[in-house]
Nanobody, 122 residues
Framework: QLAESGGGTVRTGGNLTLSCGVIGNSGRPRCTAWFRQVHGKSREGVASIDVHGRANYGDSVKGRFAVSKVNIKTVSLQMSNLQPGDTGVYYC???????????????????WGPGTQVTVSS
């Protein structure tokens, strides 16, 4: 029901924008979040946004990443000043029942996209 796009490889300090779209006739989530998983580590909450456009961010990306609504079924994640530590698989997740919380927790999301790879080269 959710699918990411826009992953790729960029140099350190570069920018990249990811998109998360709702597939088919699925309704939009009340809260859409971005997570990332670095090899060997647990999935980390990056950003979330609710249907009113209110956003929350993980501490490691504040000031560099921006989440926004593109349209009723698409959310984007603009990533700037990317560093090698940002390398990982980025996932879009949706919560259709609850609401966005300040702490972006994996347990609150029940629908996931397959993920898209982001690689930042030094």
């Amino acid at each position: 029901q959710l699918a990411e796009s826009g992953g790729g490889t960029v140099r350190t300090g570069g920018n990249l924008t990811l998109s998360c779209g709702v597939i088919g006739n699925s309704g939009r989530p009340r809260c859409t979040a971005w997570f990332r998983q670095v090899h060997g580590k647990s999935r980390e909450g990056v950003a979330s946004i609710d249907v009113h456009g209110r956003a929350n961010y993980g501490d490691s990306v504040k000031g560099r990443f921006a989440v926004s609504k593109v349209n009723i079924k698409t959310v984007s994640l603009q990533m700037s000043n990317l560093q090698p530590g940002d390398t990982g698989v980025y996932y879009c997740a949706g919560d259709y029942d609850g609401y966005c919380k300040e702490r972006i927790d994996i347990g609150d999301y029940n629908y996931w996209g397959p993920g898209t790879q982001v690689t930042v080269s030094s």
